[in-house]
């Protein structure tokens, strides 16, 4: 997979989780989730985005740690919402895989790219 169809999956699920936030009631238990799933789902795709024009080895690694950790919050608060009410499962089943997905994939270039410099 290319850099830049990375890029444009880590925007669309960005986009998407937006979008899901912009069905939630308004009411405080809405209101701090959707602070935080806002905050971890557009995080990752930026520190993609900066990963990749990452000045060493060291600081492309760094930066995909980054990226992992605000995928797993993002997937965290999409399991997050289901426990709050169901009705929301379609809409984050295909969220969490697509999230996982990328997760993958960024756990496997992170090990790429530390067996390379081994």
Not at 34 to 55: D, E, P, T, V
Not at 112 to 118: A, E, I, P, Q, R
Request: net charge positive.
């Amino acid at each position: 997979m290319t850099e830049a169809i990375l890029k444009e999956r880590f925007l669309r699920f960005g986009k998407s989780v937006y979008n899901l936030t912009k069905e939630f009631a308004k009411e405080p238990a809405y209101n701090v989730v959707s602070y935080q799933i806002l905050k971890s789902s557009s995080s990752s795709g930026a520190n993609y985005h900066a990963a990749c024009r990452g000045k060493s080895t060291p600081d492309f690694i760094n930066k995909l740690k980054i990226v992992e950790e605000e995928l797993d919050e993002t997937i965290y608060w999409l399991k997050y919402i289901d426990g709050i009410d169901g009705k929301w499962k379609q809409f984050t089943d295909p969220l969490s895989k697509e999230g996982n997905e990328l997760l993958s994939i960024i756990i496997a270039s992170k090990k790429t790219v530390l067996g390379k410099s081994n």
